[in-house]
């Protein structure tokens, strides 16, 4: 409910006044009133006063200068200037006239006998009746939703109570908008057709409040206003309250409810948090378990295994995700964000998995319901839907690669600790190997296999890395590394020299400079099989010991 300038024109002491403005003027907020007494009174408006004045003070002022002090008015967004007219001008001065033309500031003129005290003590009464009014409603309003909260009704009970006093549909959203809740499934879907503007006519408000137009297909492409106020609690966990305007308008009643309703969304989504922490403490409890192996009591584990929806009787994988970040100073708020859309992912491709996040790692308990015990298609089957997940990761994500580690399939839950163990040697692996392949099994690492027993004992490890190779890592000058990286490349290039140039971004003629190179220095033949093959086998051993 607004005071508006043609609700003021109303009152006896205007009955014989001139109004000097446009049609559009007239719904003009008056959100205050002062009579002017010195020539920088803008400094001390708030915006939206009605202001009174005889032009007294600035009756030394000349016609710049009164534009500039109309001008300051202007862009305090008084709602009128009310005139009565002294001896010292005899009518508007002209400069003001066309400042109020050009900013569509309305006039009224006064006759001289009108006090101005009489009507800065009836619309002073008008805005501290409206105010009281206000707060009573936002003392009803409150005790309301306060009750609701105590009560713990669900966050559809909050919604359904503020559109009861708005008289407009109310969805939740999550941050990806998907919906969450909604009083009104026909608004669930819209197209922008303008961005998010601040509301800058609302001050104080606990949560931002934001405004634009959108189009509802659903509502015969029906263009709306709509008011999105985003919620965020201790954690940045974050949703949307969004209101759209598709019976009435806003007034500052309705933004009172909006903002208690936001309020006790507030609170019921820390709540929900909370209860989230201890469910997901206990679970992960449980997963820990199962993946060391510490089942001590068959019951007691089939029943906390039957809390977090796992048979034990299942047959599963275990797959351990990591995130590389092309930015190394990557806040902590990005890489939760990052891990966050990882497992929602994870959850959109396999409804039914256990995830666990440890230590900037995703751990899955991946199910096989294939029915049948050919583990090769099964492994196939895992590595399909984990190329959907990754894929999806990577074409929302553009700083962030995903490595992962796939453990042998486990026949019963006492194979789980193995089936882990084997995915995050496998994880190990993938993130040191000199080529990136986001989907690698257990199965699939070869000689890895047998030299990663070895990871700890570097000493062990040295003993099957050939003297050709270690007369090149013997080889004290300083185009050593680079005479290492080309022949590793020469190798995984099936000894193709041109290939290698390519992948290497050098000249042909460069890599086989190098190679001669190597050559001379380590007597090494590259025409013979058995030597190159402990070469490579001593390559990857290097790879380990770097690690390490």
């Known amino acids: ?86 001896t010292e001008f005899t009518s508007i001065p002209e400069p003001v006239m066309d400042v109020c033309r050009e900013r569509n500031v309305p006039i009224i003129s006064l006759p001289t006998a009108v006090p101005f005290i009489d009507i800065i003590y009836k619309v002073t009464r008008k805005i501290f009746n409206q105010d009281v009014e206000k707060l009573e409603y936002f003392r009803e309003i409150h005790h309301r939703f306060t009750a609701l909260s105590i009560q713990n009704v669900s966050d559809e009970v909050i919604i359904e109570t503020l559109e009861s006093l708005i008289g407009n549909p109310v969805t939740i959203y ?96 820390a709540k929900k948090i909370a209860i989230s922490e201890v469910e ?12 060391s192996g510490d089942i001590k009591h068959e019951d007691d584990i089939a029943e906390r295994a039957d809390n977090i929806k796992f048979d034990l009787n299942s047959r599963s994988a275990v797959v351990v995700f990591t995130l590389k970040f092309k930015n190394k100073k990557v806040t902590g708020d990005s890489r939760e964000r990052y891990y966050n859309i990882l497992i929602n992912n994870i959850e959109y491709y396999l409804k039914n998995a256990i995830v666990r996040e440890r230590f900037n790692q995703v751990i899955v308990i991946w199910p096989v319901h294939s029915g049948q015990s050919n583990k090769k298609k099964e492994m196939n089957s895992i590595k399909r839907t984990l190329g959907y997940v990754i894929n999806k990761f990577e074409s929302t994500v553009s700083d962030a ?36 392949n986001p989907i690698l099994s257990f199965e699939e690492l070869g000689i890895y296999r047998l030299l990663y027993q070895f990871k700890h004992d ?9 003297q050709s190779l270690q007369r090149l890592l013997d080889y004290n000058k300083s185009n050593r590394e680079q005479l290492i990286e080309t022949l590793e490349m020469y190798l995984q290039c099936q000894q193709n020299v041109s290939r290698s140039a390519d992948r290497l971004f050098v000249h042909y003629k460069t890599v086989s400079y190098r190679l001669d190179k190597i050559k001379e220095i380590t007597q090494m033949d590259y025409e013979d099989a058995n030597e190159m093959l402990s070469v490579q086998v001593g390559l990857k051993i290097l790879e380990i010991m770097r690690k390490e």
């Open 401 to 436: 690669r995903v490595y992962t580690g796939i453990g042998s399939i486990a026949d019963t839950v006492h194979d789980l600790p193995r089936s882990h163990k084997e995915a995050q040697e496998v994880l190990d692996v993938n993130e040191m190997s000199y080529e990136h």
């Open 458 to 466: 570097n000493n062990k490890l040295k003993e099957f890395i050939p």
């Open 1 to 86: 409910m607004h005071y508006t300038v043609k609700e003021l024109l109303t009152l006896d002491e205007f009955r014989n006044a001139e109004y000097i403005g446009t049609k559009q003027s007239l719904a003009k907020n008056i959100k205050g009133i002062t009579v002017i007494d010195s020539p920088d009174i803008s400094l001390w408006l708030n915006g939206g006063e009605t202001i009174l004045t005889s032009f007294f003070p600035i009756k030394d002022l000349n016609d710049e200068e009164m534009r500039a002090w109309m001008h300051e008015l202007a862009d305090k967004k008084i709602s009128a200037l009310i005139v009565k007219l002294r």
């Open 280 to 291: 997901k403490k206990y679970k992960n409890e449980i997963i820990d378990d199962l993946l």
């Open 174 to 269: 999550n941050e990806l908008f998907k919906v969450i809740a909604t009083t009104d499934s026909e608004v669930e879907l819209f197209y922008e057709s303008d961005k998010f503007q601040v509301e800058k006519n609302i001050k104080n408000t606990i949560f931002p409040i934001y405004r634009r137009f959108v189009i509802y297909p659903k509502l015969q492409d029906r263009e709306c206003e709509q008011i999105m106020i985003p919620i965020t609690t201790v954690n940045q966990t974050k949703v949307m309250l969004v209101i759209s305007a598709i019976h009435s308008g806003f007034s500052d009643f309705d933004f009172i409810a909006i903002e208690n309703a936001a309020t006790a969304l507030s609170l019921n989504l």
